[in-house]
Nanobody, 124 residues
Framework: QVQLVESGGGLVQAGGSLRLSCAAS????????MAWFRQAPGKEREFVAV???????YYADSVKGRFTISRDNAKNTVYLQMNSLKPEDTAVYHC??????????????????WGQGTQVTVSS
């Protein structure tokens, strides 16, 4: 059974940093794209970052220059380093894996596997 488990969320002051982890089990994800999305209360889930099997990375404009996505295939884990956090970064952050064929990497409907999410709260 495939599972994605996020960790590392918490409460942090504006300007602070957090590092999220997403540990995958049940199969290897080294040859597929893995991504982070976030969902704030009352808002739709939005794309944050993606890392392809080639390790090419893409970011939402709102986090570019502040967040870094990376992966450790030996550990079947993807990370999201978040620096210079802002109150508007507050959301539940979800890990996603395996982009469906012909899907856009920014579309939350385009991934086969999802984690339950980890809460990130940034206070002003």
């Amino acid at each position: 059974q495939v599972q994605l488990v996020e960790s590392g969320g918490g409460l942090v002051q504006a300007g602070g940093s957090l590092r999220l982890s997403c540990a995958a089990s049940g199969r290897t994800f080294s040859t597929v794209s893995m991504a982070w999305f976030r969902q704030a209360p009352g808002k739709e889930r939005e794309f944050v970052a993606v890392i392809a099997w080639s390790e090419n990375t893409y970011y939402a404009d709102s986090v570019k220059g502040r967040f870094t996505i990376s992966r450790d295939n030996a550990k079947n884990t993807v990370y999201l380093q978040m620096n210079s956090l802002k109150p508007e970064d507050t959301a539940v952050y979800h890990c996603a894996a395996e982009l469906k064929r012909f899907s856009s990497y920014t579309d939350s409907r385009g991934y086969n596997y999802w984690g339950q999410g980890t809460q990130v709260t940034v206070s002003s």
